[in-house]
């Protein structure tokens, strides 16, 4: 069974799914844009008001909006037409990722103050014991609704990648262009400082000369002196036996050493399967795996390409790579921000 959380902006008479298959059972116009139902038996999705034969029961889910029950695998009823009564119409641009300008300043200021809040001891105790961190929701339902409908919206990208074509895997992903989205914007801005100050510190464990200044646009320019100028974040979409191979997220000479992902889908419900994979390939040991289970909207910090681990004999450097294992059903949705740019 499909549920959500009350406060979401849709009419408290349909808060849950109780009052929903109610309003099913009587076809409530007065609830069609409030929701959308799904029948297991069939693969359609309708609307409350939906004229057709009543279904069981026990073979409806709902969904908050069209897009919801599509992400899952189900078409639309050629009787009912649930797209033209529900509440998630198509978007804009300027609707979907608004710029940062004058009527949209506060979001800098609020991501800021989310990353200010975490656990950032916690973080760095993570990333040094298991090599990642999950750091809590670090975006609300809503944000990751906005970037989830984005991915279909013509002007924010500037490539299209199908995994299957290059042996990536299956499923595709896109990066952004510049300017990037205001939300993408202040996630880079916030996070790179503590960032930067663990990388700073697993570069001197490391022996390694590079060092990272406080600020990301102090990055960014080192990265475009080196020709590194086209922006590296990025929404990937998963479908049902789509995968993401391991790798590493190597753009040119100029690496930072962190990355951060956060998942933009419900699991459980948007998706199943589809789980966040790390490997450690450990000098003259076996590899070790890291499977990292988020929720929607939260976030793991892992290494782009190696990080330092303390041995009896001092510290050593064990080179990590990522991917996604096989989605089982339905759609999943991440957002990567990478620090570096790419060529």
């Not at 989310?114 to 090599?131: C, P």
Request: proline share 7%; net charge positive.
């Amino acid at each position: 069974m499909h549920t959500w959380p009350t406060a979401i902006g849709r009419s408290p008479s349909f808060s849950n799914d109780d009052v929903r298959w109610a309003a099913v059972t009587r076809r409530d116009g007065a609830a069609d844009g409030s929701f959308v139902y799904s029948v297991q038996t069939t693969g359609v999705y309708c609307r409350p008001s939906c004229p057709a034969r009543l279904p069981r029961r026990e073979n409806v889910w709902f969904y908050r909006s069209s897009a919801a029950a599509e992400r899952a695998g189900f078409r639309p009823c050629k009787r009912c037409q649930p797209r033209a009564t529900s509440s998630r119409q198509p978007l804009r641009r300027s609707e979907v990722m608004p710029s940062l300008s004058a009527r949209d300043q506060g979001t800098a200021a609020r991501i800021a103050q989310r990353v200010a809040a975490m656990d950032w001891a916690g973080i760095a105790a993570g990333l040094e014991a298991f090599g990642c961190a999950t750091v809590g929701p670090l975006l609300t339902m809503q944000e990751c609704e906005s970037l989830d409908a984005s991915y279909d919206v013509d002007g924010l990208f500037r490539s299209t990648v199908v995994m299957a074509r290059h042996g990536f895997g299956r499923g595709e992903y896109k990066y952004f262009a510049d300017p990037l989205p205001d939300l993408i914007l202040a996630l880079r801005t916030a996070l790179f400082p503590p960032l930067s100050s663990i990388a700073n510190r697993w570069n001197a464990a490391m022996d390694l000369a590079a060092r990272y200044p406080d600020e990301h646009v102090t990055f960014l320019k080192r990265c475009h002196d080196a020709g590194q100028t086209k922006p590296t974040p990025l929404l990937l979409r998963y479908g049902e036996g789509d995968y993401n191979c391991l790798h590493q997220d190597l753009y040119g000479d100029l690496v930072f050493p962190l990355q951060v992902a956060v998942l933009l889908s419900r699991p459980r419900e948007d998706f199943a399967g589809g789980e966040f994979v790390l490997t450690e390939q450990r000098p003259r040991m076996q590899s070790r795996v890291e499977v990292v289970p988020l929720n929607q909207g939260e976030a793991v910090i892992f290494p782009v390409y190696h990080r330092p681990v303390r041995g009896t004999r001092g510290t050593y450097r064990v080179t990590m790579r990522h991917g996604v294992s096989r989605l089982r059903s339905g759609r999943r949705h991440t957002l990567g921000i990478i620090f570096h740019d790419a060529r």
